[in-house]
């Protein structure tokens, strides 16, 4: 796993997803497939397919990084608001405007949930549906 979080972090996306699959076969195998572990590695995959703009596999492993953190944590957790946040980017990139603003509208609610009103995140998430909205960013 670590070597594909080096080459993610490093912008490498294409080469990080070959260590990051084996990481989760290895996980959902000999772990579980809706551990933390596997959430994290969904993620890992679905943001490095969207930064590859591969849409439809970034909304599968997005989706499913989601439902394993919501059974994990409820679905109050930042991690979680950082994928429906990302679903939005997705979506909206996949011209699926309603879908998009129906993500970012549930990662406001958790960022202002934990992080009080007002916050970096609901900010740059506001902005977002400004701009859906056809207002300003």
């Known amino acids: 796993k670590?070597?594909?979080v080096l080459y993610k972090e490093a912008e490498q996306y294409k080469e990080a997803l070959p260590y990051l699959e084996k990481a989760l076969d290895i996980v959902d195998s000999?772990?579980?497939k809706d551990s933390e572990e596997a959430s994290d590695l969904y993620f890992?995959?679905?943001d490095c397919h969207y930064y590859l703009n591969n849409l439809?596999?970034?909304g599968k492993y997005l989706s499913h990084?989601?439902?394993?953190?919501i059974s994990l944590h409820g679905e109050n957790n930042e991690d979680i608001a950082?994928?429906?946040?990302?679903?939005?980017d997705v979506s909206l990139q996949q011209g699926k405007p309603g879908i998009a603003e129906k993500s970012y509208l549930k990662a406001l609610r958790i960022y202002d949930l934990l992080q009080g009103p007002n916050n970096q995140n609901s900010g740059r998430i506001q902005g977002k549906l400004n701009a859906l909205k056809g207002g300003k960013p």
Request: with cysteine.
């Open 56 to 58: 439809d596999q970034a």
């Open 2 to 4: 670590q070597i594909g």
């Open 65 to 69: 990084a989601a439902r394993i953190w």
């Open 30 to 32: 000999y772990i579980s």
């Open 44 to 46: 890992l995959l679905g």
């Open 82 to 88: 950082l994928c429906f946040d990302r679903i939005g």
